[in-house]
């Protein structure tokens, strides 16, 4: 690992990344406001999230590729669709160096002020364990010098579902409401915004934390214990079984659990938001 490089690269991500709102917003509500087809009609963006975050990739792309260009990197799209990363950085000088960035958006939780419905951060499986394996993968995960993620918190309009399904002419166009308003642009290496929790369903993906503050702080479960422990503890997450205190075998799931199965010091635990009622499960 190129720490150098490494060090250099997250400073250019991040001041990229606070950029990012001049180019896609206008008074902070979204420029995108549909799709036109030939005959100049305007079909109104889905609250969907998958659609937003798609169109959200389109409508930035030029300026990765800008971006790169300015900071000496190629960039190379994910081969397959769901392959991590969603974009590879190649140092042109140097090729060996590599950094995935991955895009990830989220919205602002408007029953739990502070919080937002959080993302997740790639999977602990095949190619996080097996750091040489190339399934689901652009490079080895190894051979990457960082993991990054380059992130958009917004809001939600408060629109009606009419909106959704109207249809509108070219010459209504500044009369189509934005979806999204209140964006946050942030730069972050993956690791130091992660759970110890899955971020979806069954499929194996590390979540993230969901309180804002601590997301743009880098400040998640791994922020005091680093990188290598966040790296065993999601290479062994569901795997390491556990004595509960009835004596029946449980699967480890915790990172307080882990802590203790490790012999490691608490010190390295870091406090959650302040506990309140209005926080989500993952708080409480």
Partial sequence: MNKSAKKKFAAQLCEFAQSLGAFIAHNDEWTIRGFIDIFRNIYTISMDTKVLSKILELHLFPHFLSFA?????????????????????VQKKDESIKFAVDLKTTYVLEKYPGFCNGFTLGS?????????????????????????CLGIIYSRAQLGPEIETRTYSIEE???????????TFFAVEKWKIASDKSGSGNTANIGS?????????????FAKAGEAIFDDYWANFGRIQIETETGKRKVLSSFEEYIAY?????????PKPSMRKDAPNEYE
């Fill in 69 to 89: 260009e300015k900071t000496g990197y190629g960039i190379e799209l994910a081969t397959h669709q769901n392959w991590y990363p969603d974009l590879t950085f």
């Fill in 124 to 148: 602990h499986g095949e190619y996080f364990i097996n750091r040489n394996s190339t399934k689901n993968i652009q490079y080895p995960y190894n051979q990457y010098s960082g993991h990054f």
């Fill in 173 to 183: 166009l500044k009369d189509i409401p934005s979806v999204i308003n209140n964006f």
């Fill in 209 to 221: 934390i969901q309180f804002i503050e601590d997301i743009l702080a880098g400040n998640g479960v």
């Fill in 262 to 270: 490790r012999g490691l010091s608490r010190k390295i635990i870091n």
